[in-house]
Structure formats: C-alpha cells, structure tokens
C-alpha cells in the first residue's frame, strides 16, 4: 500500500467494540434482543466495527468486553442462570469499576441488586453492583412506562414485573415516573438505577431503539473504555440513516406521550 492508503484507511482493529449479549437464551423477553441490534447498528453509523458475543452458561468469557447488554426474564429463567452468573461476578463487578458500561433490564436489573426474594419466598442473591433489593408481590405492575431522567431526558418504554425494587443511598434512580406507570416499586415514583456507567431499568420494549440517546451514552463509554476517546466517523448516507432513526424515537415518544 501506498503510504496515502495507509493514512486513509481506518485499520479495522483501530475502531473494533466488543458487545456482550449476557444470556440471550433465558434472559431475553419483550423484545430486549432489539437492544443487541441497536448497539450494533447505530455503532456500525459512527464507523465502529462491533463484534458481538452471546454468552450463555458455561461458554467461555471472550477476551474483550466493552459493552455488555442484560434482557428480562422469568424467575424460572433467572434461577437458571444464577449460578454462572456467580461464577462471573466478580469479573462483572471489576468491569463496572473500570467504567464498561452495562444495560440491565428487568430480571438481570434485579440480579444486580443485592437480592430478589420472590413472590414464593425464595432468596435469590444479586451481584450488588447497583445498591437496590427486590422483593416479588402477588401483583404484577404492567403497562406503558415514561419517565424523566436527569441523564437522558424523556425515556419510554413498556413494564412488566412482579417484584418491586427499592433503591438505597448508593444508587440513583435513572428517573422518575411521569403519569401511570409503576416504576421500581409503584410507591415512591422512582425507575431504573444507575451507579457509574451501569443502569438498571425494567424499560422494556424494546427500550434502545426508542430511546437513542442511552444508546449513544453506552456507546460513547464503550468507545471511551477501548480507545479512551469516542471518535464518530459519520458518513452523510449514515448521517441520513441517523437522522430518521431520531424521527422514528420522536415519534414514538410522541405517541407515548398523548
Ligand atoms: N421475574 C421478574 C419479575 O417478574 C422479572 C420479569 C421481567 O424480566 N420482565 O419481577
């Protein structure tokens, strides 16, 4: 190669991201997957190369995580994982520490509390990233959900759960329910939690494409936990692109709102 070439050519190890799909197989409901695609997709318009791992129990534990993306699933599936998922906690809690940001919905945004006591008294333990416990009630707390979050203004979603999360000091929550929804807990109006780069939230949806702006903060920290910066190399094709995926979560916001 020339050594113009080499000046314009984006090695492809230079702009690669490391995404973490954490048990795909039991802890993946309401549409969470979409999440998965969002990342890599939206990545892929700032002209990063993602490269996505599905961990499920027992595979190995890639070299590299920049990113790692937990879904929803029921109790029955959280009980199916808890075990590896303990097995790998510590890892986890060192990836928090060092700033990869995680995305936790619903079932895992409980296990990563300090504990889920279910609605028929069983004590499941959580990894304790995020200072919040849970405990399973009779009712289940369904419906749309929006709420306003300092970090990322008006985020939407859709709730589905039967255990209700209480927040303590070292958490705070992602927002604050606005209207009809639930929340954490139905009591005191709180969603979601958030402790460094990492949140909980039980957003359904799926939440992502609806609510690009905690997209591009996870990508951003993804960036920044590789290559210390986040550099956006943007092409006007993938500017347009960008462009009308805002219009769609506009949209969707606006419906979600009247
Ligand atoms: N099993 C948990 C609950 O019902 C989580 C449900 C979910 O992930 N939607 O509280």
Redesign the pocket.
């Known amino acids: 190669a020339t050594a113009a070439t080499v000046e314009t050519e984006t090695p492809a190890e230079d702009r690669r991201l490391d995404i973490m799909s954490l048990y795909p197989k039991d802890m993946n409901?309401?549409g969470d997957s979409g999440n998965v695609l969002t990342i890599q997709r939206r990545m892929a318009l700032y002209g990063y190369e993602p490269v996505t791992h599905y961990y499920n129990q027992g595979d190995q534990w890639p070299i590299e995580v920049d990113l790692i993306l937990g879904g929803?699933?029921?109790?029955t599936g959280?009980k199916k994982i808890i075990k590896d998922f303990f097995a790998r906690a510590n890892l986890i809690r060192e990836l928090a520490a060092d700033g990869v940001p995680m995305l936790m919905?619903?079932?895992m945004y409980?296990l990563f509390g300090e504990y889920f006591e279910t609605s028929e008294g069983e004590k499941l333990p959580g990894i304790g990233i995020l200072d919040a416990h849970?405990v399973?009630e009779e009712v289940?707390l369904i419906g749309n959900l929006v709420e306003e979050s300092d970090d990322f203004g008006t985020v939407i979603g859709y709730e589905?759960?039967?255990?209700q999360t209480f927040l303590g000091d070292g958490a705070k929550p992602l927002g604050k329910v606005r209207g009809e929804g639930a929340g954490n807990n139905g009591k005191d109006g709180f969603e979601g939690a958030r402790v460094n780069n990492v949140i909980g939230t039980y957003m359904?949806g799926s939440l992502l494409p609806k609510n690009p702006r905690i997209a591009d903060f996870l990508i951003a920290k993804a960036a920044e936990h590789r290559y210390g910066v986040f550099d956006p190399q943007v092409t006007p094709a993938a500017r347009e692109e960008l462009d009308r995926l805002d219009r769609f979560a506009s949209e969707a916001r606006r419906v979600a709102e009247s």
């Open positions: 409901i309401y929803g699933g029921q109790d959280q919905i619903c079932g409980q849970t399973g289940r589905n759960h039967s255990g359904h």
